[in-house]
């Protein structure tokens, strides 16, 4: 394992500004390629009540990205959706170690969970 030296912690927040993010368990179903991209990949997310495509990162920090497909993982929901090289994103995933320089992994429930769970 990597060791790192932590970053600062950022500054404090209120319970009532954490309260306003709205963070869920979806499956993602689906992982394709986004040709014109060196990083994108388009995720259908299922979130149990509804699907969402989801754009993420991921390229180049997976030999094969289609290896999460099935696989359950943390999204923010209510994050603005956001176009980028004219694909629409409603979402975002939540992944661990981007900001640390070191290959991002998923923020995965322990156990499977019902899609659509919040965090909280």
Same mark, same amino acid.
């Given at each position: ?44 997310? +299922?979130? &149990?009540? #509804? ?9 180049? $920090?997976?030999?094969? !990205? ?28 939540? +992944?661990? &170690?981007? #900001? ?9 429930? $322990?156990?499977?969970? !019902? ?6």
């Amino acid at each position: 394992m990597k060791s790192i030296t932590p970053a600062p912690i950022k500054p404090t927040i209120s319970l009532d500004v954490f309260d306003k993010i709205d963070i869920r368990c979806g499956t993602i179903e689906r992982v394709e390629d986004i040709p014109k991209s060196k990083n994108l990949v388009r995720f259908t997310v +299922d979130f &149990g009540d #509804h699907k969402r495509k989801i754009l993420a990162g991921i390229k180049q $920090e997976r030999e094969t !990205p289609k290896e999460v497909e099935g696989k359950q993982a943390l999204f923010i929901v209510n994050v603005e959706p956001k176009k980028i090289m004219g694909e629409l994103s409603e979402g975002m995933l939540l +992944d661990i &170690g981007y #900001h640390d320089k070191i290959t991002p992994v998923l923020a995965v429930p $322990e156990v499977p969970f !019902p899609n659509g769970t919040r965090l909280g």
